[in-house]
Structure formats: structure tokens, C-alpha cells
């Protein structure tokens, strides 16, 4: 298995632009979490999902956040505008139902200017 | 609200040292615990996990757990300069799936 891929690795973007962060899990993984990591704050988890839906937003920042996961294949996660304090490491991660651990994608670095 | 922590260190070890990293949390109803290691620049990498009370030993690296007083550790014997990175602490907390995680501690080990 290749593992969880996420894209781009690197993303720079002017501030008020919109941001779309992809994802693709392992398959067979039932859960997917979208996390955010600076010095600061360290990993946050933003939202995660089971079987594709949506089950504790509760770590999205604001409203300029959205995630979306269509099928058990592809998540999104989408930042509408914006802003130099979102400039962090965004990692993707997934796990089997029953526990185990996570296993983290490669990670998206986001710098808004 | 459920915590994990961790000191920030950097804790700093001599090569070939027993490196000691130590974790607390605040929820009772955690079952399970795993640690992850995050080089710098890189994505966390799960190297062991813990579900019950007592040592948890595979190669270099000894996991230990202790419920009663709601304390996970991490020994890393034979330290390398390899092993410098950032060791992450984490459990399940709340609804099946939600693992908490501590800021992490750094380790340095010197040549």
C-alpha cells in the first residue's frame, strides 16, 4: 500500500485566496482526520470522519473552514479565504475501526503571504 | 477537557544513553496509548503502543504504562544520533477514534 498521499506538499498562496488541501487514505481505513501542526500549538485535530462522515467539527478554526470526504477514497479540506495565520502543516491522517494507531500522511505545508 | 502532556524539553542525552521521555493524561477511560516519533520536516511515524499496564518491550525501545497513576513512559536504551527527533504522546480519548495528542518532547542525542 502506498500509504496515506496527500497534495501538494507545499502550497503558497496570497492571503484572501481560497486553499483546497486533498487526501486519499489507506483503503480499508474506516477513519480519516485532517490535523494542523505549528510550534505553537503543536497538532490540533480539526475534523475527522467514519465510513465518510462527518463526526467532530469541532477543531475547525472557523467558518473558512470546510471539509469534505465524497467517497472512502478522497478528502478534501478547504480554507475560503485565507490568512497569514492559517500558514501551518496540515497533515492527513487514517486509522482501521477497532483502534491501532494512525498512520499520517506526508502533510501539506500551507504558507499564506 | 481531555489532556495529554508532555515536557517540551529538549532533553539531551549522550550517545549510547537511556534516553527517558514521560507522558501524563487526564482521562481514566484511556485504554490505549502509542508514541510516535517525528523527525524534523517530517510526518509523525508510530513506533510502539501500549494497552496494558507494565512494559512493552521491542528492540531498543521500552514502553510502559501505568494506569493507577495515569502515566506512560518511553525508554529508548543504546541512544543514537538517529534517534534525535520529536516523540509524540498520545491516547485515546472520548468516541472511538480520537486520539489526544501531547506537544510532544525533543530529543537530542549527542555524538
Known amino acids: 500500500d502506498a500509504g496515506v498521499i496527500q497534495s501538494p506538499r507545499h502550497e503558497v498562496t496570497e492571503m484572501g485566496q481560497e486553499v483546497t488541501l486533498r487526501c486519499k487514505p489507506i483503503s480499508g481505513h474506516d477513519y480519516l482526520f485532517w490535523y494542523r501542526q505549528t510550534m505553537m500549538r503543536g497538532l490540533e485535530l480539526l475534523i475527522y470522519f467514519n465510513n465518510n462522515v462527518p463526526i467532530d467539527d469541532s477543531g475547525m478554526p472557523e467558518d473558512r473552514f470546510s471539509a469534505k470526504m465524497p467517497n472512502a477514497s478522497f478528502s478534501t479540506l478547504k480554507i475560503q479565504p485565507s490568512e497569514p495565520r492559517d500558514s501551518a502543516v496540515y497533515f492527513c491522517a487514517s486509522s482501521p475501526t477497532g483502534g491501532g494507531g494512525y498512520t499520517f500522511g506526508s502533510g501539506t505545508r500551507l504558507t499564506v503571504v | 477537557q481531555k489532556e495529554v502532556e508532555q515536557n517540551s524539553g529538549p532533553l539531551s542525552v549522550p550517545e549510547g544513553a537511556i534516553a527517558s521521555l514521560n507522558c501524563t493524561y487526564s482521562d481514566r477511560g484511556s485504554q490505549s496509548f502509542f508514541w510516535y516519533r517525528q523527525y524534523s520536516g517530517k510526518s509523525p511515524e508510530l513506533i510502539m503502543f501500549?494497552?496494558?499496564?507494565g512494559d512493552k518491550e521491542d528492540g531498543r525501545f521500552t514502553a510502559q504504562l501505568n494506569k493507577a497513576s495515569q502515566y506512560v513512559s518511553l525508554l529508548i536504551r543504546d541512544s543514537q544520533p538517529s534517534d534525535s527527533a520529536t516523540y509524540l504522546c498520545a491516547g485515546y480519548g472520548g468516541s472511538q477514534g480520537n486520539l489526544i495528542f501531547g506537544k510532544g518532547t525533543k530529543l537530542s542525542v549527542k555524538p
Open positions: 501500549i494497552y496494558s499496564n
